[in-house]
């Protein structure tokens, strides 16, 4: 849920979230955010171009920087000006927000969030911080009783709502001081019913 909400993130910024909260403070773009989808900008629903200018001011100091919060205003303006005309999908170079993309990154957040309330975890963060500790103590008592190696698998994408090819990504840590020699691996992936 974490990734799935960077992603989001990024997707509605067009970049990468993660840089891009490094490389600036978000907050008065995040304010001027809200007042547009709050329908306070000075155009209503929309960035005006007073506004468009006065934020591009505010970034003036690294051109890299305005570019990019450029950008993601005009991204602001194109979805929202599509999505009032029913086009939810960008076309060629269009700078707008995929509904889709972000519909699917929304229905796997909550779910994530269901399944973190339905085991008594407060938040998603709550979920993901208890159980990161509990996977590290683990590790510990692994290492400790003879285990040499533990391995992750983590699958970016939700199948069971894309039914799209997908990544996935395999990570094997040797907590051993021995070199790992023939491994092999073999992925399995069913249904609910082991098909």
């Known amino acids: 849920a974490i990734l799935d909400t960077y992603d989001l993130m990024s997707e509605?910024?067009?970049?990468?979230?993660?840089?891009?909260?490094?490389?600036?403070?978000?907050r008065n773009l995040q304010s001027l955010i809200r007042k547009v989808l709050g329908g306070s900008s000075d155009l209503g629903s929309l960035v005006s171009?007073?506004?468009?200018?006065?934020?591009?001011?505010?970034?003036?100091?690294?051109?890299?920087?305005?570019?990019?919060?450029?950008?993601?205003?005009?991204?602001?303006?194109?979805?929202?000006?599509?999505?009032?005309?029913?086009?939810?999908?960008?076309?060629?170079?269009?700078?707008?927000?995929?509904?889709?993309?972000?519909?699917q990154l929304i229905d796997s957040i909550i779910s994530i969030g269901k399944t973190a309330?339905?085991?008594?975890?407060?938040?998603?963060?709550?979920?993901?911080?208890?159980t990161r500790k509990k996977l590290l103590e683990d590790d510990t008592d692994n290492m400790n009783n003879g285990v040499c190696a533990v391995?992750?698998?983590?699958?970016?994408?939700?199948?069971?709502?894309?039914?799209?090819?997908?990544?996935?990504?395999?990570?094997?840590e040797n907590m051993d001081t021995f070199t790992m020699e023939n491994i092999s691996v073999e992925i399995l992936i069913t249904n609910d019913e082991q098909l």
Request: proline share 2%; glycine share 4%.
């Open 49 to 103: 171009e007073n506004e468009y200018l006065s934020m591009g001011d505010e970034y003036s100091s690294d051109r890299d920087i305005q570019k990019t919060v450029l950008s993601i205003l005009d991204r602001l303006n194109n979805t929202l000006v599509n999505w009032n005309n029913e086009v939810f999908e960008p076309v060629g170079k269009v700078n707008m927000v995929s509904s889709r993309k972000a519909n």
């Open 117 to 130: 309330d339905k085991n008594g975890y407060q938040s998603i963060p709550e979920m993901f911080f208890k």
């Open 151 to 172: 391995v992750r698998i983590k699958i970016v994408q939700d199948l069971a709502i894309t039914r799209e090819a997908f990544t996935a990504k395999l990570e094997i």
């Open 12 to 26: 509605i910024y067009g970049t990468d979230y993660l840089t891009l909260n490094k490389t600036l403070d978000l």
